[in-house]
């Protein structure tokens, strides 16, 4: 007896899983409706099982009595299910939320998002540049949006106010002390937000929930994040023929990262002169000449294990480079170790810890660093500036 599958399975479908199910419908048999699609009858059944199993996640599987599908977004945790003589009594859907669906969910929504935001206009550049030069302004763990305080910490006060002021400063300066490069990277090395507006926006980590001091409301947060970001880019602007933006994924603002990509993205889109790396891998790389800058916030690789990592990922830059180098953050400290073929540069924080950090013992001292890289010559420069040059100003 022909194999026979649920035509409801369709609501869970995409268009090369429905072309199969209407073949078979057609046909009857999978081995004849495989053969008029022109592919082996083994991969249309395995990919009709998968379906089936996707549906039965979402909560469809009616030869197991299962028939209340969930929403897009969410899977079914567990199914508890009391029968009697005459069939269910009562049936129990538990469900949890479908992270890497949701992910999609949200980078197609704020995509369709950016669509909507005005662009940016072509400015004019610097009179003159040296092109050899990539000047890397690195900004990570910077936790806008986080309240501290000093009398709690024994470090210093940091809130939306005093983050907005240390970092526009410190970027500035570091842009003014830096080389007339050709090339500015504005590497936001993740962890860009405190909090990550998960959980009916309240102010918790998005992977285990542990509850942060927050400096307002998300709204005014984001608001903030997104103003400091432009001013920093469009003053990269007016030091650089080209900016390259970086806006990595780190552990406190997975979902944020996503949205701030499409957001600069689209800002800048009839600015020839800004590149946004827009990578949904959390592994980023650029190539300036014979040297390979690799990114990653630190969250899900050791700095050890990152030279092979970027080796495997990106081969043909890889091969293509003899200077590389891979900045990290994430532990709010400095950590610089050569390995084979890669430098791997631990980058620290200028935001100030906070309470949470205090009570673990953990120190740090802060910092930010600017790195001029040689297209041919690897690292040749460094500037680096310290939140307390920014304070007497204030």
């Known amino acids: 007896m022909a194999r026979q599958f649920d035509p409801r399975l369709r609501e869970f479908a995409d268009a090369r899983e429905i072309s199969f199910l209407e073949a078979v419908e057609q046909h009857g048999k999978p081995t004849i409706a495989a053969k008029t699609l022109g592919v082996h009858h083994s991969v249309l059944i395995r990919a009709l099982d998968n379906l089936e199993r996707r549906a039965a996640k979402m909560g469809y599987a009616p030869s197991y009595d299962m028939t209340h599908a969930v929403p897009d977004g969410f899977r079914v945790k567990g199914v508890s299910t009391a029968y009697t003589d005459d069939g269910i009594a009562i049936q129990w859907v538990k469900t949890e939320r479908d992270n890497d669906r949701w992910e999609v969910i949200m980078r197609e929504g704020f995509a369709a998002m950016a669509e909507t935001l005005p662009r940016v206009k072509a400015a004019p550049g610097p009179a003159k540049t040296d092109s050899s030069l990539c000047n890397v302004y690195t900004l990570t763990d910077c936790h806008v949006g986080m309240l501290a305080s000093a009398k709690e910490t024994l470090d210093a006060d940091w809130d939306l106010k005093i983050a907005e002021r240390t970092l526009t400063a410190a970027f500035c300066h570091m842009v003014n002390a830096a080389p007339q490069a050709g090339v500015g990277v504005v590497a936001q090395l993740g962890d860009w937000l405190h909090s990550d507006g998960s959980g009916g926006l309240l102010p918790i980590t998005p992977q285990h929930g542990h509850v942060l001091d927050q400096d ?12 400091i970001l432009r001013r920093i880019v469009d003053f990269a602007l007016e030091r650089h023929d080209k900016v390259v933006v970086l806006l990595a994924e780190g552990n406190h603002d997975m979902a944020s990262s ?8 689209a800002l800048y889109e009839n600015e020839p002169r ?83 950090a205090a009570r673990g013992g953990w120190l740090s001292e802060r910092s930010a660093t600017a790195i001029t890289y040689h297209s041919q010559f690897g690292q040749v420069a460094r500037n680096t500036v310290v939140p307390e040059m920014f304070e007497v100003a204030a």
């Open 258 to 265: 996503i949205w701030l990509r499409a957001m600069f993205a």
């Open 274 to 356: 800004v590149q946004v790396i827009d990578s949904a891998l959390p592994y980023y790389v650029y190539q300036h000449g014979q040297t390979m800058l690799a990114f990653h916030h630190g969250h899900l690789k050791r700095n050890e294990a990152l030279p092979l990592l970027f080796a495997s990922q990106f081969p043909k830059v890889w091969g293509a480079t003899t200077k590389r180098y891979c900045a990290t953050g994430h532990r709010h400290h400095v950590e610089e170790k050569e390995h084979s073929g890669m430098t791997v540069i631990q980058h620290p924080t200028l935001a100030a810890r906070d309470a949470y």
């Open 216 to 227: 307002g409301r998300f709204s005014k947060i984001v608001s903030t994040s997104i103003r």
